[in-house]
Nanobody, 114 residues
Framework: QVQLVESGGGLVQPGGSLRLSCAAS????????MGWYRQAPGKVREFVAR???????VIVNSVKGRFTISRDNAKNTVFLQMSSLKPEDTAVYYC????????WGQGTQVTVSS
């Protein structure tokens, strides 16, 4: 059974930082493309970043320069380091794994507010 468990969300002030983690099980992590998506209230889920098994990274323009994605294959974990956070970054952040099929985590809430 595939499980993606996100952690690290919370409330942060504008300009602050958070690091999200996603621990994966039930997949061959090292050969999976891992990604992060987010869904703000009243909006559709949107792509944020992904990292391929070989380390190729794609990041959406709206967070480029502020967010980075990385992976630790030894720990079956993917990270999203977020800095210079803005109120518009407020959303539920979802981990995504692309293997022979697509899998999603339950999401972790990130709220950017003073």
């Amino acid at each position: 059974q595939v499980q993606l468990v996100e952690s690290g969300g919370g409330l942060v002030q504008p300009g602050g930082s958070l690091r999200l983690s996603c621990a994966a099980s039930g997949i061959i992590f090292s050969t999976s493309t891992m990604g992060w998506y987010r869904q703000a209230p009243g909006k559709v889920r949107e792509f944020v970043a992904r990292i391929s098994p070989g380390g190729n990274i794609v990041i959406v323009n709206s967070v480029k320069g502020r967010f980075t994605i990385s992976r630790d294959n030894a720990k079956n974990t993917v990270f999203l380091q977020m800095s210079s956070l803005k109120p518009e970054d407020t959303a539920v952040y979802y981990c995504n794994a692309l293997t022979t099929s697509e899998h999603w985590g339950q999401g972790t809430q990130v709220t950017v507010s003073s």
